[in-house]
């Protein structure tokens, strides 16, 4: 088949017959969970650690999977294995789930639906869309829109409904086009952008924001390993715009791009130039840890190459 395939509600079925109900509760109300891993040299990165989390926001969302995790596994790695064959030898693969709390009745009342909705695909990685910032760092702009508040909803979960993470993206791009997003909570310290985390770095320590106002990622945690391996402190807290203007460097993670140096915050330039001497410790202790040069790998995918 040389189509890429789905692992839907217990069945491989080609992409392009990949579809589910409109009374689906994910397309009604985004009353969803999902989490992404990806490839690094075809082979699946902490893959088992990003499913682990999904059942965390499986279990928190209430939502009712009866697929075991490991069942999760065996089935994420037969879709992978037949698509990374379409790949490309420099490409790489975005692994994708998403868990729905399944068909909603006429009534629409909550609890009616009692089997999940399960779905498992992949796309390649795209480096298009961050390559060109590798080297010169990502600029930031921080939109009005805020990260809903713990006591709403708590970040752990990695739910589907991200509305307020989607404005907030289109905020910052309408000041800057190509700028990503941070969000702050609602007292005005750092939180997250709308698809990873946010570091910064003052007086050499690496800080971020606390558990209670960002997803504690995969990557977010692989980060705090290599600092550790490094010998390098980091910081989890509350942490004003104030700390973030005056740092010497900052970037932002996620499990497309792995680690984004990060340029300027608002305009405002954030040390002599990006990355800093500290992200490239890490992006350097990443390429050793999955054995792939990033920074090359994303330049390699640019129009004309580097």
């Known amino acids: 088949m040389k189509e890429r395939v789905v692992y839907l509600n217990g069945a491989m079925v080609p992409e392009s017959q990949a579809v589910i109900s409109v009374f689906d509760r994910s397309v009604q109300y985004g009353d969803a969970v999902y989490d992404a891993a990806r490839t690094f040299g075809h082979r699946p990165f902490k893959m088992r650690a990003h499913i682990d989390r999904l059942y965390r926001s499986c279990s928190y969302t209430r939502m009712p999977l009866r697929l075991s995790a490991d069942e999760m596994e065996k089935q994420t790695r037969e879709v992978l294995e037949h698509n990374l064959a379409l790949l490309g030898p420099a490409d790489e693969a975005m692994i994708w789930w998403s868990v729905t709390r399944g ?9 009616e639906s009692t089997e999940a909705t399960v779905i498992i695909y992949t796309f390649p990685v795209p480096f298009g869309a961050f390559a060109k910032w590798v080297t010169r760092g990502a600029r930031v702009v921080t939109p009005a829109t805020r990260r809903t508040p713990p006591q709403c909803l708590d970040p752990r979960a990695k739910v589907s409904n991200r509305m307020n993470h989607i404005l907030a993206d289109m905020e910052a791009k309408g000041a800057d ?39 504690e990622g995969v990557t977010r945690a692989t980060i705090f390993e290599l600092a550790h391996a490094a010998g390098i402190p980091v910081a989890t807290g509350e942490f004003p715009l104030f700390d973030v203007y005056l740092a010497e460097e900052a970037f932002l993670t996620a499990t497309s791009y792995s680690i984004l140096p990060v340029s300027c915050v608002n305009g405002k330039a954030l040390g002599p130039g990006a990355p800093g001497p500290i992200t490239q410790r890490l992006i350097k202790g990443w390429s050793e840890l999955v054995g792939i040069d990033i920074v090359g790998q994303a330049l390699g995918h640019l129009a004309g190459g580097r």
């Open 177 to 215: 086009p190509e700028a990503y997003s941070l969000m702050l909570d609602i007292s005005g310290n750092i939180a997250e952008n709308s698809t990873g985390n946010f570091f910064f770095v003052r007086d050499g320590t690496i800080c971020t924001s606390g558990a209670g106002n960002a997803l």
């Open 103 to 111: 068909v909603s009745s006429v009534s629409r009342l909550i609890g």
